[in-house]
């Protein structure tokens, strides 16, 4: 991912037609409108800089993606990014005004995400959100669509897993605590070990 101001405005001259666009402090880019991204784009299927906010929609579908870390934090209408090589959601934007399509992508995690949708969510079966789905009634071959999610369970599912990774980590924090390694130098012998030596006496 691309790191200084002048390499993002040296690879967006590439392309043309963003003069509009916004570098902002923090390097995140900003859009004012609708953004339709070619794969010719992407950083080997990647995103090559940080998206802040799309004004309208974005569609990034059919561009081989591989990854959704610099996607942007708010796309205020839909989100489609179907028909990529995605296998998690990680990355995804924050909020997303409109629906958030990910079809025909080989999604098996939602990933470590905090986002929250304003209509509806998309895509193939995901382990995580298949107790709140509903099966499409559309579903077929072609457009390969197994779950959609409506939006209130969508985002209470997303808080959900947010809670559970959170008490994890605590979890994990105290029982690092509980088994951190035997420093010989400061605690001196383990009592098993004063113990034998002690037998030992007994034996002479």
């Not at 999610?149 to 959170?166: C, T, W």
């Not at 605590?177 to 383990?190: C, F, M, S, T």
Request: charged letters at 25%; aromatic letters at 8%.
């Amino acid at each position: 991912m691309l790191k200084t101001k002048e390499e993002i405005e040296k690879y967006m001259e590439r392309f043309g037609g963003m003069d509009d666009w916004t570098i902002n402090e923090n390097l995140d880019v900003d859009v004012p409108g609708n953004t339709r991204l070619q794969t010719s784009f992407f950083l080997n299927g990647e995103f090559p800089f940080q998206f802040g906010t799309i004004d309208g929609w974005l569609d990034c579908s059919n561009c081989l993606l591989k990854s959704l870390i610099g996607a942007p934090h708010t796309v205020r209408g839909d989100f489609g990014c179907s028909n990529n090589q995605l296998i998690s959601l990680e990355g995804a934007p924050r909020y997303v005004g409109g629906y958030f399509n990910c079809k025909k992508n080989p999604i098996s995690t939602i990933g470590h995400i905090e986002t929250s949708i304003a209509t509806v969510f998309i895509g193939p079966e995901i382990p995580e959100l298949t107790s709140v789905a509903t099966q499409n009634p559309y579903s077929d071959s072609l457009t390969n669509i197994s779950m959609v999610v409506d939006a209130e369970s969508f985002n209470s599912k997303v808080a959900e897993l947010k809670i559970i990774r959170e008490e994890k980590a605590l979890i994990e924090a105290q029982l690092a605590k509980l088994v951190e390694p035997y420093d010989r130098a400061k605690e001196g012998p383990l009592p098993s070990e004063k113990a034998s030596k002690s037998k030992m006496k007994h034996k002479i």
